[in-house]
């Protein structure tokens, strides 16, 4: 099944949790160190490839000059971080730094491209908050039985908004959210609890453990989708849900005004190639993948919802408007963190030329006369009793 979005409620504000809050991290909490340099990766397209993937190169955009832009990257901040499945040591706060911006420390098989500095947990929030506007207002779609839900798994919980909110929603359930980056709150609700796992390897839950698992915006991240679901699948009890937000990254337009060249175009094309280069797809939606890896796992009733998410409030329909307002935003809040990672590590561009491209993609999110959407899509599937 598919629709549009729903009309938006006012969600909860993230940085409000209504539970009762946990004592904050002693002052004595280490403080974020940088290693002198990034972690391996592949070695950038070269210029051939590059053009053979319809990618234009740095000089077509530092050629065209915008107005410089004054951006302020923050600081890196931490909170409380609790872990079951690894031990805390000084390591994980050694941050890996690639063009001023620092990423989680050397784990697993991780890589995560999202920064996890303080201006990208600022943009986080947006992002949180636009999901839950497109979602209209609600933290899931699947039927949940709010008596039945005693155990949930938030999977890549990131700053850990949806956990906390989903805490105070269900009080009376033990909410884990996992992550590669301790960069969750101090003050968080008494049945939160955060944990270091990296979602690409096994998880460490014996069968049959959680009553809801979450997975949510993990574009970029998974290096196989299948084992993610069928993971997910053995840790759900039967009759439990699991639920997947996930989004496609092509920019499309219905009436032609993202054009073949412009920034918002190549934007999606960059992040494809990202996505085979790094072995991690930014192609989720147009791959289907998510009802593909529920259907593999074994996963039955499943439903999903496919949603337009507009950039900027140009839309005519009032809720698509203030989607697009919303998702705007967020992307804007940190549009250079967005593409450093990638832009860095598959095109080996220069902070410099990073730069000038974000300038334009602005130019163009702004830009009432374009009229740019993206997909995503909310799929959930029930375990067999």
């Given at each position: 099944?598919?629709?549009?979005?729903?009309?938006?409620?006012?969600?909860?504000?993230?940085?409000?949790?209504?539970?009762?809050?946990?004592?904050?991290?002693?002052?004595?909490?280490?403080?974020?160190?940088?290693?002198?340099?990034?972690?391996?990766?592949?070695?950038?397209?070269?210029?051939?490839?590059?053009?053979?993937?319809?990618?234009?190169?740095?000089?077509?955009?530092?050629?065209?000059?915008?107005?410089?832009?004054?951006?302020?990257?923050?600081?890196?901040?931490?909170?409380?971080?609790?872990?079951?499945?690894?031990?805390?040591?000084?390591?994980?706060?050694?941050?890996r730094e690639v063009h001023g911006r620092t990423y989680h420390?050397?784990?697993?098989?991780?890589?995560?491209?999202?920064?996890?500095?303080?201006?990208?947990?600022?943009?986080?929030?947006?992002?949180?908050?636009?999901?839950?506007?497109?979602?209209?207002?609600?933290?899931?779609?699947?039927?949940?039985?709010?008596?039945?839900?005693?155990?949930?798994?938030?999977?890549?919980?990131?700053?850990?908004?949806?956990?906390?909110?989903?805490?105070?929603?269900?009080?009376?359930?033990?909410?884990?959210?996992?992550?590669?980056?301790?960069?969750?709150?101090?003050?968080?609700?008494?049945?939160?609890?955060?944990?270091?796992?990296?979602?690409?390897?096994?998880?460490?839950?014996?069968?049959?453990?959680?009553?809801?698992?979450?997975?949510?915006?993990?574009?970029?991240?998974?290096?196989?989708?299948?084992?993610?679901?069928?993971?997910?699948?053995?840790?759900?009890?039967?009759?439990?849900?699991?639920?997947?937000?996930?989004?496609?990254?092509?920019?499309?337009?219905?009436?032609?005004?993202?054009?073949?060249?412009?920034?918002?175009?190549?934007?999606?094309?960059?992040?494809?190639?990202?996505?085979?280069?790094?072995?991690?797809?930014?192609?989720?939606?147009?791959?289907?993948?998510?009802?593909?890896?529920?259907?593999?796992?074994?996963?039955?009733?499943?439903?999903?919802?496919?949603?337009?998410?507009p950039y900027g409030g140009w839309h005519s329909d009032k809720?698509?408007?203030?989607?697009?307002?919303?998702?705007?935003?967020?992307?804007?809040?940190?549009?250079?963190?967005?593409?450093?990672?990638?832009?860095?590590?598959?095109?080996?561009?220069?902070?410099?030329?990073?730069?000038?491209?974000?300038?334009?993609?602005?130019?163009?999110?702004?830009?009432?006369?374009?009229?740019?959407?993206?997909?995503?899509?909310?799929?959930?599937?029930?375990?067999?009793?």
């Amino acid at each position: 099944m598919s629709s549009s979005a729903q009309s938006p409620r006012s969600p909860k504000s993230p940085k409000s949790p209504t539970g009762k809050a946990t004592s904050p991290a002693p002052a004595t909490s280490p403080a974020p160190a940088t290693s002198p340099a990034p972690a391996a990766a592949p070695a950038p397209l070269s210029a051939e490839a590059q053009n053979a993937a319809g990618i234009l190169p740095a000089t077509h955009w530092t050629e065209q000059p915008l107005p410089e832009e004054d951006v302020n990257d923050g600081a890196s901040s931490l909170g409380s971080f609790n872990s079951t499945t690894a031990s805390i040591s000084s390591s994980i706060f050694h941050y890996r730094e690639v063009h001023g911006r620092t990423y989680h420390a050397e784990m697993g098989r991780a890589e995560a491209w999202q920064p996890n500095d303080q201006r990208h947990l600022d943009a986080m929030e947006l992002v949180h908050h636009a999901v839950m506007v497109t979602l209209g207002g609600k933290l899931f779609s699947s039927p949940l039985e709010p008596k039945k839900v005693q155990k949930v798994l938030d999977v890549a919980t990131g700053a850990g908004l949806w956990a906390i909110d989903f805490a105070d929603e269900f009080p009376n359930a033990e909410v884990i959210g996992t992550d590669v980056s301790p960069i969750q709150p101090s003050w968080v609700p008494p049945n939160v609890k955060f944990e270091l796992e990296d979602c690409n390897q096994e998880w460490t839950w014996p069968e049959n453990t959680f009553d809801f698992v979450n997975l949510r915006l993990l574009v970029g991240i998974v290096d196989d989708w299948y084992a993610l679901f069928r993971n997910a699948y053995r840790v759900a009890k039967p009759g439990s849900y699991v639920e997947s937000y996930d989004t496609g990254c092509h920019m499309l337009s219905d009436d032609g005004t993202v054009k073949e060249g412009s920034a918002l175009e190549q934007w999606g094309k960059v992040f494809r190639e990202g996505g085979k280069k790094l072995g991690r797809t930014f192609t989720i939606y147009e791959e289907d993948l998510q009802r593909k890896g529920m259907e593999a796992a074994g996963f039955v009733d499943i439903e999903f919802k496919d949603i337009k998410l507009p950039y900027g409030g140009w839309h005519s329909d009032k809720e698509l408007a203030e989607i697009g307002v919303w998702w705007k935003m967020a992307i804007e809040a940190d549009l250079e963190g967005y593409v450093n990672y990638i832009w860095n590590n598959v095109l080996g561009w220069t902070p410099d030329e990073a730069k000038a491209f974000t300038r334009h993609v602005r130019r163009d999110m702004n830009n009432p006369n374009i009229h740019g959407y993206i997909m995503a899509r909310v799929a959930w599937g029930r375990k067999p009793e």
